[in-house]
């Protein structure tokens, strides 16, 4: 008896390549990416707060060489910042017992260019001690925290605002949110030293522009972002002036 083999097709197998290798080159990818986050996030929150905080020896030399952007100017009873729109009624109003001072008059201040040191502002309850500069555009806030052109300078009649970094250019106001009612927040300028007691703190929509309004008396608005790392709401904190060179007189007028 003969055996028959029968004959079987041949079939060729083509291999792709090694596991090995695609692990390696996934690998590969996923350091080159680990760097260039690593980079991205030393520059956003290290290289960028290094250079904010060296700008602020020479923006405190500019300060305090600055003084001639202030005069003492007339202050009538009813006298309102421009174009004044509605306190908040919801805002708790606190009693100031203002400095004796010229009941006749105020220290009016003037804005300095763009960039330039407008003054310093502290707030002990947080570890704040900054110096801010005039305008809040990207490249003004490279140096942390700058005040809102067209709003009232710090302790003259209106609402002064005063935006400020959150975890980026120094990160100012990183802890804006530990700030609570009762608190005082000081702000040093040409025209003298001016205290303010936080009253209220809020959330609010990036375009809820009622914060910038110039309101009857003497008040600050600080904001930033929120949360922490997101751009998605603001964080406000709202002050009425209670001390200063100024309060009598403004108090006195609300």
Known sequence: MSTIRAELPRIA??????AATVVHALARIVVIAGFVIAGFLAYQFGVTSYFANRSQDDLAARLTADTGRVTSIPFVAGDRP????AIPGDLPQVVATPPSGDADSI???TAPAVGEP???ITIAAIGVDWVFVEGVDGSSLRSGAGHMPNTALP???GNAVIS???TTFGAPFFHLDQVEPGDLITVATGSGVHTYQVVDTR????DATWVTGQWDGAWLTLTTCNPVFSARERL???ARLVDGPNARVILGAA
Do not use: W
Request: charged share 15%; proline share 14%; hydrophobic share 50%.
């Open 236 to 238: 406000v904190v709202l």
């Open 203 to 206: 959330v609010v929509a990036p």
């Open 155 to 157: 302790g003259q009649p």
């Open 107 to 109: 220290l009016a201040e």
């Open 13 to 18: 197998i083509r291999r792709g390549p090694a």
């Open 82 to 85: 421009a174009a004044p729109v």
């Open 164 to 166: 400020g970094h959150r």
């Open 118 to 120: 407008v003054g310093r």
